[in-house]
């Protein structure tokens, strides 16, 4: 079946460093992936998508490159700020009608100042 | 922006109690979902619903889940009987059709604590 792979965290950087999440994922056919971000006590808000081989997605300073050959969704930004701490999730849903997210496992982001 | 809306934010409920669990997923989207979230966990997927009837469903939404949606506008999620392992969050979702209709969008949570 479907399933989607996250770095283990918690990452933990200092203001203004470089940011990489690194996501990879198992599906049959060409999925949809995304990243969704869950901040301390909130729900889940996607962040960036895309939607086939190649395309970039990118959102507030972070982009993702879907990666067919490599079946990978890295999540970046270059400069991380506090207000960027949460957990970030990678996920994917294939074709179809009622297809469902799979989601991986989640990596929580810990920004200092 | 259109937004999925849920309905208790935060309800505790005794063991083997009945709750309900409400959502207005977004207007004119058509495919509807419960995930649900124990406390620092894994995103779950519990089930999808489509033209009235449940399209998927996974382990978890054993006989105890049911999900209905009694109106044009509601989709509800219901534990007949909770047990302390069903305390967790749980998100509603939609996504409609057509060229966006692969990205699903999720409600804030309704946190369920089971004492």
Not at chain 1, 81 to 99: H, K, M, N, P, W
Not at chain 2, 39 to 56: A, D, H, M, P, T
Not at chain 2, 94 to 108: D, L, M, P
Request: hydrophobic share 35%.
């Amino acid at each position: 079946g479907d399933s989607v792979t996250q770095m283990e965290g918690p990452v933990t950087l200092s203001e203004e460093a470089f940011l990489t999440i690194n996501c990879t994922y198992t599906a049959t056919g060409y999925p949809s992936l995304f990243w969704y971000v869950q901040y301390p006590g909130e729900g889940l808000q996607l962040l960036l998508k895309a939607t086939k081989a190649d395309d970039k997605g990118s959102n507030k300073g972070f982009e993702a490159t879907y990666r067919k050959e490599t079946t990978s969704f890295h999540l970046e930004k270059g400069s991380v700020q506090v207000s960027d701490s949460a957990v970030y999730f990678c996920a994917l849903i294939r074709g179809g009608t009622a297809s469902k997210l799979t989601f991986g496992t989640g990596t929580r982001l810990q920004v200092t100042l | 922006e259109p937004e999925v809306t849920q309905t208790p934010s935060h309800q505790v409920t005794q063991m083997g109690q009945e709750v309900i669990l409400r959502c207005v997923p977004i207007s004119n989207h058509l495919y509807f979902y419960w995930y649900r979230q124990i406390l620092g966990q894994k995103v779950e997927f519990l089930v999808s619903f489509y033209n009235n009837e449940i399209s998927e469903k996974s382990e978890i939404f054993d006989d105890q889940f049911s999900v209905e949606r009694p109106d044009g506008s509601n989709f509800t999620l219901k534990i007949r009987s909770t047990k302390l392992e069903d305390s967790a969050m749980y998100f509603c979702a939609s996504r409609g059709q057509g060229a966006y209709g692969n990205t699903i969008y999720f409600g804030e949570g309704s946190w369920l604590t089971v004492v």
